[in-house]
């Protein structure tokens, strides 16, 4: 019985360790020291890079993906969404949800996030944390942020 409730416990430890380890929220994410910030300024409106980035993200990165077999089928959902969350500042947020993800926090893995900061009415700054390289999409999102917003540059879709 000792052995047992050595084993439960030493696995709830696990348990917990990899909980920890995965960020559960967005300010978690974004406050975890290996994710290295890059910042840029871009000379538009706040509204207009939102506007901006909420019709390229539509078209080129949100995606639904399937795999598995029959027996064991495996469906992803890449996703990112940007939220005004008060008059000069927004937030975008990528995230990736599976029907089988351990410790997978609630809404998906935190992929990637961004601050957008409202400089003056013609300005933007943007902050990006990214989780592990990810330069194209950086490239993507600095291009449609910009108002070069007809293809995709490289990242999904078109």
């Not at 910042?39 to 939102?50: E, G, K, N, Q, W």
């Not at 959902?77 to 410790?103: D, H, P, W």
């Not at 944390?129 to 999904?156: R, T």
Request: charged share 20%; hydrophobic share 35%; with cysteine.
């Amino acid at each position: 019985m000792r052995r047992v409730t050595g084993l439960v416990l030493l696995a709830a430890a696990f348990v917990q360790a990899g909980c920890s380890m995965i960020p559960q929220s967005r300010a978690e994410y974004t406050s975890n020291s290996s994710n290295k910030q890059r910042t840029f300024t871009v000379p538009r409106s706040l509204d207009a890079v939102i506007a901006s980035l909420d019709n390229r993200i539509q078209v080129c990165v949100n995606k639904i993906h399937r795999s598995g077999t029959i027996v064991s089928p495996m469906v992803s959902a890449q996703y990112m969404e940007i939220k005004r969350v008060s008059a000069g500042k927004a937030e975008l947020t990528y995230r990736q949800r599976t029907n089988n993800g351990l410790f997978e926090p609630e809404g998906g893995y935190f992929m990637f996030a961004a601050d957008l900061d409202a400089v003056g009415r013609q300005s933007t700054k943007v902050v990006f944390y990214p989780d592990y390289s990810q330069e194209k999409l950086m490239n993507a999102l600095k291009e449609w942020a910009s108002g070069n917003h007809a293809k995709c540059h490289g990242y999904g879709g078109e």
